[in-house]
Each structure stands twice: as structure tokens, then as C-alpha cells.
């Protein structure tokens, strides 16, 4: 199916309303229009509408005539970031003597006096060392004081309370983050935010509102990630022929599952991956749902010897196991008493058949062989 628009599934695209954020742009608009601005730090997983608040709180600071809020995505190097800046806000800095003292300067240059000047920071985890971004935050903060009000606001999926592993001691009393969290979405929330964006692109009789709770239902179970919710309904519109029916959802979340456990499989530690992925085989092949730790241990040395990589330590494997079911791929229960006691794993008979062929697509012999033990 043709829709009349492609763009509202686009990451770059914003919607008209800001839907199940507010509370997070009013307390940034709070933060940053008080007298004394306070720093910020945005915290929530991925696809969970950082980013898109922050664009939004943007337009309102400049809509407002409270100042002028300068973006940057975070790059591998300092001097890429800074070159982003300089390019995108037309800083006009010589790239031979780019640097961020230069930056607050230009930015100075460009605002008035009374100005707020806002510098949102995006993805610092990015960075090839968090060295450089708390150098470069503390010379951003020390270069706008007295000239400007200045507020800084990072977004990450970093977490909030392990900020002081990144950040010097020092950088952070200065900067004083203030926690702005971005919970997940539950899934009539992600209806809502679906439902949204399909008004601009379908008439209403082009599409079954039933079909979008069985995408909610799933998206929330991988985290509310909405770009995922996007991705998929994508491939529902394409597959749809006149309108979009329940069907259309129900494959479209399968191949959207493929895709979504590839990447997961290649994110995780290799032998993590291996583990699960043998978990799901054992499963398979025995037509349960349910197998034992002991039964994948076994699978996993016997593996190791024949294409000759060396295995984790039994304990490393338990580990990776507890981390593994944290996670939700499967669960483990504690059976039998005493010395006949074994730890069952039961996997979602979907997610092992998932699991198994984006498994099979990986080189693990490759990828095992990688990696110390
Ligand atoms: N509340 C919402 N209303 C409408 N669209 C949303 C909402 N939250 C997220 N989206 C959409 O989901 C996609 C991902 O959102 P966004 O880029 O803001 O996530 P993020 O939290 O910055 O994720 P990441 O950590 O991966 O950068 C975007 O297309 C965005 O427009
Ligand atoms: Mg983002």
C-alpha cells in the first residue's frame, strides 16, 4: 500500500503534539528558565523520546525568546563534536584553531546578553573516552560563566546514579545534574503514539485499530522502544494491500522480531549469544519449551572442544546465565532437593524460534574465537 506519506515513521520527523512527554519538557523548561538554570541530565533506554523532547523543548526556548539552545550529537572525537557544532549553528571557527573555548566564544558572539544559552548534549556515551566529554563539559560551563546564563543538558541511556564513574568529582558539583527520567512507554501509550502518526499518513478507513494493540503488546515487551514500533509498522504498510489488517501486523512483527534478535544476539557478549542460542536449540530439539542448565553446559564444552574454542568458566557460565534470564530472554526455576537439584530454562516458544535463526545466521566459530576467556 501507497500512503499519502512516507515521512511521520522518519526519525527526523516531529510530530505536531508531544504525546506521554510532558511532564519531562515541563520540567526542562522549568530547570531552564529559572534565574539560576540549572543543569540537566536525561536518562531513559532507547527510542524512548529523548531526543524528540529535546527538539521539542528547542523550539519552545526559541518560540519563548528565552534564548538559543544549541544541539550536538556526540561523535567518537572531541573534534568531531565540535566540528558538528561549528557547521550546524554557522560558528564560522577556522578549522585549524576549532576548539571548545572558541565555541562558547562564537556562541557568545551570536546571543545577547540576556540570553539563555542552552547546550544539549546528546549520546555522550558516544565518545571515545568520557575524558574528553567531562573536559569539554567543564570548559563549556567555565567559559559561559559571567557571560551568559548558561544550562547544559545531557541525554543518554546511561544511567543517572553512575554518573560519578564518568564524570571527575569536580565536574560534578559543579554541574549539578538534575535527573530527568524518561520512563517506557506502556503499550496503550504506544497505540496512542502509532495511532498518531498513521493520521497523517492513511485515511481512517485504510487501517484496523485492532491490529495496533498486538504491536503495542510487543514493543513493550522489548522496552517501548518506539522507533522499533516505527520500523515495524513500516513494514505493515508496505505489506498491506488496500488496508491494513490484522494479518499484516502479525507479519510484520515477525520479521521485525528477526531483526530486532540479530542485533540483540550480535550486542551481547559472544558466548552470552552462544549460550542463549545453544539454550534455544536444546529446546527445539527435544519440541519443548524447556531445558536445564546442565543439559546447555554440556552442549556448550562439547561444542568448544570439537571447533576448538576455548569455554568460560563454569561460574562465567552461571553468570552469563542470571544475566541472560535478568534480561528476559528466558526464565530459570530451581527444581528438586538436594543433590538432584537442577535449574530449568524456559524460553518463549516464539523467541527460541527467533532466537535459532538469527543465531544461525551468526559465524560463531568466528565470533567465539574473538573474544578472551
Ligand atoms: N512520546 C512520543 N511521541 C511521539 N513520538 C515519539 C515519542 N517518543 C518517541 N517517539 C518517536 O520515536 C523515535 C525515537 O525517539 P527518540 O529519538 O526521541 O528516542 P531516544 O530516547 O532519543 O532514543 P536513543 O537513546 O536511541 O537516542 C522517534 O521517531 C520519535 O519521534
Ligand atoms: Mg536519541
Redesign the pocket.
Known amino acids: 500500500m501507497q500512503p499519502k506519506l512516507w515521512s511521520p515513521l ?2 527526523e ?3 505536531p503534539t ?4 510532558n511532564v519531562q519538557l515541563e520540567k526542562m523548561l522549568n530547570y531552564a528558565t529559572h534565574p539560576l538554570p540549572s543543569n540537566m541530565f536525561g536518562q ?10 529535546a527538539r521539542i523543548f528547542s523550539d519552545e526556548v526559541e518560540a519563548r525568546g528565552i534564548g538559543k539552545c544549541y544541539y550536538v550529537k556526540w561523535q567518537r572525537k572531541l573534534t568531531s563534536t565540535l566540528k558538528d557544532l561549528n557547521d550546524n549553528y554557522t560558528l564560522k571557527i577556522r578549522g585549524y584553531t576549532l576548539s571548545t573555548a572558541e565555541i562558547c566564544h562564537a556562541i557568545i558572539n551570536q546571543t545577547d546578553k540576556n540570553d539563555l544559552c542552552c547546550l544539549i548534549i ?2 555522550p556515551q558516544n565518545a571515545y573516552s568520557w575524558k574528553d566529554v567531562d573536559r569539554a563539559i567543564f570548559d563549556f560551563y567555565e567559559h559561559f560563566l559571567g557571560q551568559r546564563k548558561f544550562c547544559l543538558i545531557m ?3 546511561v544511567r543517572f546514579l553512575t554518573l560519578s564513574q564518568y564524570f571527575a568529582p569536580d565536574t560534578m558539583s559543579r554541574l549539578r545534574l538534575k535527573p530527568i527520567l ?1 520512563p517506557s ?1 506502556d503499550a496503550p ?1 504506544i497505540v496512542e ?1 502509532v495511532k ?2 498513521l493520521q497523517y499518513m492513511l485515511e481512517p478507513n485504510q487501517y484496523d485499530e485492532q491490529a495496533l494493540p498486538i504491536l503495542a503488546k510487543h514493543v513493550r515487551r522489548i522496552g517501548g ?3 522499533e ?2 520500523d515495524i509498522l513500516e513494514i505493515a504498510v508496505k505489506e498491506a494491500n488496500n488496508k491494513l489488517i490484522m494479518e499484516d501486523m502479525i507479519s510484520a512483527i515477525e520479521q521485525g522480531k528477526d531483526r530486532w534478535w540479530k542485533t540483540e544476539l550480535a550486542s551481547l557478549p559472544p558466548h552470552w549469544a552462544f549460550l542463549l542460542y545453544l539454550s534455544a536449540l536444546e529446546t527445539f530439539e527435544r519440541n519443548e519449551t524447556m531445558t536445564t542448565q546442565p543439559r546447555v553446559m554440556h552442549q556448550y564444552n562439547r561444542t568448544a572442544k570439537e571447533k576448538g574454542f576455548d569455554p568460560l568458566g563454569r561460574r562465567m557460565v552461571y553468570y552469563a546465565f542470571n544475566k541472560l534470564a535478568e534480561k528476559g530472554y528466558f526464565s530459570q526455576e530451581l527444581k528438586g532437593k538436594g543433590r538432584q537439584r537442577i535449574t530449568e530454562l524456559t524460553l518463549d516458544e516464539s523467541d527460541r524460534n527467533h532466537i535459532i535463526r538469527a543465531g544461525k545466521e551468526i559465524e560463531w566459530e568466528f565470533a567465539l574465537s574473538q573474544v578472551q576467556t
Open positions: 522518519s526519525d520527523y516531529k510530530p508531544l504525546l506521554y512527554r531513559g533506554d532507547k527510542g524512548l523520546g529523548k531526543t524528540l523532547t546528546d549520546e541525554l543518554s541511556q524518561f512507554y501509550e503514539i498518531q502518526r522502544d518506539i522507533r514500533a516505527l
